[in-house]
């Protein structure tokens, strides 16, 4: 019954991480009418499942280098234990102007 | 359901694993932030103190109403003279020196009971949601370093004796970056707390859970936002600050196995915890998606409906698109052939007539040209021509 790729932390679907972030979380931002969430992973800034940063399991995040010179796309890892562990659970590609073509097949390879 | 493995880490390096233990039951136990919101709020008013104002305050007067027709407002006034108190308003809450309305009184219920099995599920739930690094970003903790959740660190936490060695730890693990956080956050209250012994506000740090503490409770009570506690007696009020679910925890190897006999698993009963049994979920499997796509699903599904699409074709202007025009009145065809035959004709005949007048122009251009040069001939062979 389900036992194929049932995740083994039951906990850790997305719907049920969405269920809990949606309406409480330290990124969620509330002004004037309109929600935004700043959370890493949301490339729209828009607070919804679809481009939640905290409930999905594959997330893109783009975020700029400590120096300014540069962007930091990082991808969640698909492999199964990696949402246990922040440090390493994402693959990190900077892209800077110098290796461009070399970082875009990167990132393509991995989001593909 | 077989229960992951959690590393646990080296105190000395974040990257090699002392050992590696089952992750303790209660983290599969149902995350319900409901129940704990409810146990929160009733368990954040157990510490409170009672306070109320002075029972005979604003009613020492033996103040009496003058009653009508005196020409003032009937509240009570004080009796006597020779002060300006006497004849003044007394009692109400709307006069000055009166007492308030609605006096405090301590014996307003202070503190609040929560049924036993709800606190300890309510624990159990934010113990659960502690493990996952979403909720815990989503609270507000810096975790991004952190190399695993739940992040457990192995025996050899307890006998850290000084607080720089603490640091130090906390740093390797990838900790660090919340205490910074908190260490940052510090500011003065907002409000009359500040001058009530309440000065500074700041924001909490991860929680540090240790079953025997050889020093490390001293060597880690220093560090800004870092608050420790006893696996034995897990409160809600710290694994879910102002009941929100996500705390921080740093175990110790020691305090995480003991997790087990204190809450229990789901095939035996709690041992420290007489008749508890970890909450049950109404679903075994909250991953939607996952059943939505699972093969006992699918294969029950009736195949996709996919009829005729109606498509409803773009407007175009039939005054200013030739062909819509003409699909619609087939006759256009003849009216446009007449024309443009017209027009070639009135082209022709136009091109006819032109080419005519510019003939005629022409050679009357040509006589002209030659009178002119004869009449000046004939001036000119008469002489010079003088007014």
């Given at each position: 019954?389900?036992?194929?790729?049932?995740p083994?932390?039951r906990n850790m679907s997305s719907e049920l991480v969405w269920?809990?972030?949606?309406?409480?979380?330290?990124?969620?931002?509330?002004?004037?009418?309109?929600?935004?969430?700043?959370?890493?992973?949301?490339?729209?800034?828009?607070?919804?499942?679809?481009?939640?940063?905290?409930a999905?399991?594959?997330?893109?995040?783009?975020?700029?280098?400590?120096?300014?010179?540069?962007?930091?796309?990082?991808?969640?890892?698909?492999?199964?234990?990696?949402?246990?562990?922040?440090?390493?659970?994402?693959?990190?590609?900077?892209?800077?102007?110098?290796?461009?073509?070399?970082?875009?097949?990167?990132?393509?390879?991995?989001?593909? | 359901?077989?229960?992951?493995?959690?590393?646990?880490?080296?105190?000395?390096?974040?990257?090699?694993?002392?050992?590696?233990?089952?992750?303790?039951?209660?983290?599969?136990?149902?995350?319900?932030?409901?129940?704990?919101?409810?146990?929160?709020?009733?368990?954040?008013?157990?510490?409170?103190?009672?306070?109320?104002?002075?029972?005979?305050?604003?009613?020492?007067?033996?103040?009496?109403?003058?009653?009508?027709?005196?020409?003032?407002?009937?509240?009570?006034?004080?009796?006597?003279?020779?002060?300006?108190?006497?004849?003044?308003?007394?009692?109400?809450?709307?006069?000055?020196?009166?007492?308030?309305?609605?006096?405090?009184?301590?014996?307003?219920?202070?503190?609040?009971?929560?049924?036993?099995?709800?606190?300890?599920?309510?624990?159990?739930?934010?113990?659960?949601?502690?493990?996952?690094?979403?909720?815990?970003?989503?609270?507000?903790?810096?975790?991004?370093?952190?190399?695993?959740?739940?992040?457990?660190?192995?025996?050899?936490?307890?006998?850290?004796?000084?607080?720089?060695?603490?640091?130090?730890?906390?740093?390797?693990?990838?900790?660090?970056?919340?205490?910074?956080?908190?260490?940052?956050?510090?500011?003065?209250?907002?409000?009359?707390?500040?001058?009530?012994?309440?000065?500074?506000?700041?924001?909490?740090?991860?929680?540090?859970?240790?079953?025997?503490?050889?020093?490390?409770?001293?060597?880690?009570?220093?560090?800004?936002?870092?608050?420790?506690?006893?696996?034995?007696?897990?409160?809600?009020?710290?694994?879910?600050?102002?009941?929100?679910?996500?705390?921080?925890?740093?175990?110790?190897?020691?305090?995480?196995?003991?997790?087990?006999?204190?809450?229990?698993?789901?095939?035996?009963?709690?041992?420290?915890?007489?008749?508890?049994?970890?909450?049950?979920?109404?679903?075994?499997n909250a991953d939607l998606t996952r059943?939505?796509?699972?093969?006992?699903?699918?294969?029950?599904?009736?195949?996709?409906?996919?009829?005729?699409?109606?498509?409803?074709?773009?407007?175009?202007?039939?005054?200013?698109?030739?062909?819509?025009?003409?699909?619609?009145?087939?006759?256009?065809?003849?009216?446009?052939?007449?024309?443009?035959?017209?027009?070639?004709?009135?082209?022709?005949?136009?091109?006819?007539?032109?080419?005519?007048?510019?003939?005629?122009?022409?050679?009357?251009?040509?006589?002209?040209?030659?009178?002119?040069?004869?009449?000046?001939?004939?001036?000119?062979?008469?002489?010079?021509?003088?007014?």
């Open positions: 019954f389900l036992r194929r790729g049932r083994a932390h269920q809990i972030v949606r309406n409480n979380s330290s990124f969620l931002v509330k002004r004037n009418g309109v929600q935004f969430t700043s959370e890493p992973g949301n490339l729209t800034n828009v607070n919804s499942f679809k481009y939640s940063g905290l999905n399991k594959r997330t893109i995040d783009i975020s700029a280098t400590p120096d300014n010179k540069g962007v930091v796309v990082a991808i969640k890892s698909k492999v199964s234990g990696a949402a246990r562990k922040p440090a390493t659970g994402s693959n990190k590609i900077t892209l800077n102007k110098r290796a461009a073509n070399k970082s875009f097949r990167k990132v393509a390879k991995i989001t593909l | 359901m077989s229960r992951p493995v959690v590393s646990v880490f080296d105190i000395e390096s974040a990257d090699s694993v002392a050992s590696t233990v089952t992750l303790p039951a209660v983290f599969t136990a149902p995350i319900r932030a409901d129940v704990v919101h409810y146990v929160h709020t009733l368990m954040a008013k157990n510490k409170r103190q009672a306070y109320a104002v002075s029972t005979r305050a604003g009613m020492q007067t033996p103040a009496e109403s003058w009653g009508t027709g005196r020409a003032v407002a009937r509240i009570p006034r004080v009796p006597g003279g020779g002060t300006s108190r006497s004849g003044q308003g007394a009692f109400g809450n709307m006069c000055r020196g009166g007492r308030m309305f609605g006096a405090t009184k301590i014996w307003r219920h202070w503190h609040k009971k929560i049924s036993v099995n709800q606190r300890r599920y309510a624990v159990s739930s934010a113990l659960a949601a502690s493990a996952l690094p979403a909720l815990v970003q989503a609270r507000g903790h810096r975790i991004d370093n952190v190399p695993e959740f739940p992040l457990v660190l192995s025996d050899s936490l307890n006998r850290v004796a000084h607080t720089k060695d603490a640091r130090a730890v906390l740093e390797r693990v990838g900790a660090y970056d919340d205490v910074v956080k908190s260490r940052d956050s510090r500011k003065i209250r907002v409000g009359a707390g500040k001058s009530r012994n309440r000065r500074h506000t700041q924001r909490r740090g991860p929680l540090v859970v240790y079953d025997v503490s050889e020093g490390m409770d001293k060597a880690f009570r220093n560090l800004p936002g870092v608050e420790l506690s006893l696996v034995d007696n897990l409160s809600l009020l710290d694994l879910a600050p102002g009941g929100h679910l996500g705390r921080f925890i740093i175990w110790t190897k020691g305090a995480f196995e003991k997790l087990d006999s204190i809450f229990g698993t789901y095939e035996e009963s709690a041992k420290f915890k007489t008749g508890f049994n970890l909450p049950r979920a109404f679903m075994t059943i939505i796509n699972s093969d006992e699903v699918q294969s029950v599904l009736k195949p996709q409906v996919t009829g005729p699409t109606l498509v409803i074709p773009k407007k175009r202007n039939p005054l200013k698109n030739a062909a819509v025009r003409l699909a619609l009145n087939p006759y256009q065809a003849a009216v446009v052939a007449r024309e443009t035959k017209k027009a070639s004709a009135d082209k022709a005949t136009k091109a006819k007539v032109i080419a005519e007048k510019r003939q005629v122009l022409k050679a009357r251009g040509k006589e002209f040209a030659g009178r002119r040069k004869a009449f000046y001939k004939a001036a000119s062979a008469e002489g010079e021509i003088a007014f």
